[in-house]
């Protein structure tokens, strides 16, 4: 009598294997979504607070935490849209006196600072005379304190920050009026570095001649547009910057 042919044509023996293979391959699956998931939340956490691993630059009354000062300057940066009716408190607040200088003085300060409203935050202007001697791209040792003293400021509002240098129509020296205006712009952004703010949050621009906020007329008007801008981008989209 002839035999019987066993039925499944030889797969049930070998059938759990394959149901085995499928279930390990949804589990490392699984693992290692959840591995990226992590990751992810970690990365963003890190770029909101805007922690590096390094020491962060503190200005406080008290052991970790950040002065009256600082915590109302950052508020009052996150709004471009109060910055010009609350400018001459900013104003007060980026350089009160006990801060200043010993050789600067607040009206000097304040006639050569300006804080204005852009459409992706708000803009500090600091004239040349400020922070530079005359054709020089090195930021003398007054200016050097004037940026140590924004670098809680910029740490406290974590946005992007794009520095630019920009001169007057008045011929200097080679390599000329582009190169030192990025030069003076690179300078200031060393000094934040010193900071640990991040570097990633920074980028640098040189303009030159080519963006004058007035004409260039008058002595009065070119000093005015030898200046630094300090950009501090707080409008940008929900994600990448707060």
Do not use: C
């Amino acid at each position: 009598m002839a035999r019987r042919k066993k039925s499944g044509g030889g797969l049930v023996g070998g059938g759990w294997l394959i149901t085995y293979s499928d279930l390990m391959t949804l589990l490392m699956t699984f693992f290692v979504l959840l591995l990226s998931m992590s990751s992810m939340d970690r990365m963003t956490i890190t770029r909101i607070s805007g922690y590096d691993g390094g020491a962060a630059p503190i200005e406080s009354g008290s052991a970790g935490r950040l002065s009256d000062r600082i915590r109302i300057l950052s508020k009052l940066l996150r709004d471009p849209d109060n910055v010009l009716m609350q400018s001459e408190r900013i104003k007060d607040l980026l350089f009160p006196d006990d801060i200043l200088p010993p050789e600067v003085k607040s009206g000097d300060v304040k006639e050569n600072l300006r804080v204005l409203a852009h459409p992706e935050g708000v803009v500090i202007v600091l004239t040349d005379g400020l922070l530079f001697a005359e054709g020089s791209a090195e930021l003398d040792e007054q200016g050097v304190k004037l940026m140590e003293a924004l670098i809680p400021v910029i740490y406290s509002v974590n946005a992007d920050v794009n520095i630019s240098g920009h001169t007057d129509t008045t011929p200097v020296p080679p390599p000329g009026n582009d190169e030192l205006s990025v030069q003076r712009a690179l300078s200031v952004l060393r000094v934040f570095l010193t900071g640990k703010v991040p570097a990633d949050r920074f980028s640098v621009s040189g303009y030159g001649p080519n963006k004058p906020m007035y004409p260039n007329d008058t002595p009065e008007n070119r000093a005015k547009n030898r200046r630094v801008e300090i950009l501090l981008k707080t409008t940008k989209r929900l994600g990448r910057y707060v």
